[in-house]
């Protein structure tokens, strides 16, 4: 009885209190660097709200994502190395040739690739 009341009672009514004290309590002087836009590959238009975003970094991101995840796969195969035998180590092999594979594919479609990437700022004049 006693942790459930301080799992649903307690610890809610506490979090909203607090809440409630940051935004009563706490300063909200906005400067310029704190409503620019943090690395998401536009300058900011001033007086605009809306401005174009590329899909572009959504992309890398996700891939990022998925073969960061992949690489995470390795590791136990790296920690046991010693006890799963030649199967284990073909198959580690299989999985890091597919894992290259897929790599070079998107390096060839040209989703990774940044250098010939253009910002684009709309002004209406």
Do not use: W
Request: with cysteine.
């Amino acid at each position: 009885m006693n942790n459930l009341f301080f799992l649903f009672i307690f610890v809610p009514i506490l979090s909203f209190i607090l809440l409630a004290l940051n935004v009563l309590l706490a300063p909200h002087k906005p400067d310029e660097a704190k409503v620019s836009a943090y690395e998401c590959g536009f300058t900011p238009i001033y007086g605009q709200t809306r401005s174009t975003f590329q899909i572009h970094f959504m992309i890398v991101a996700l891939l990022f994502l998925i073969f960061d995840l992949e690489i995470l796969l390795l590791f136990p195969l790296a920690v046991s190395l010693y006890q799963v035998s030649t199967f284990g180590f073909t198959i580690g092999i299989v999985f890091f040739i597919v894992l290259t594979i897929g790599f070079v594919l998107e390096i060839g479609s040209g989703a990774i690739s940044l250098a010939n990437f253009e910002v684009k700022i709309n002004s209406n004049k």
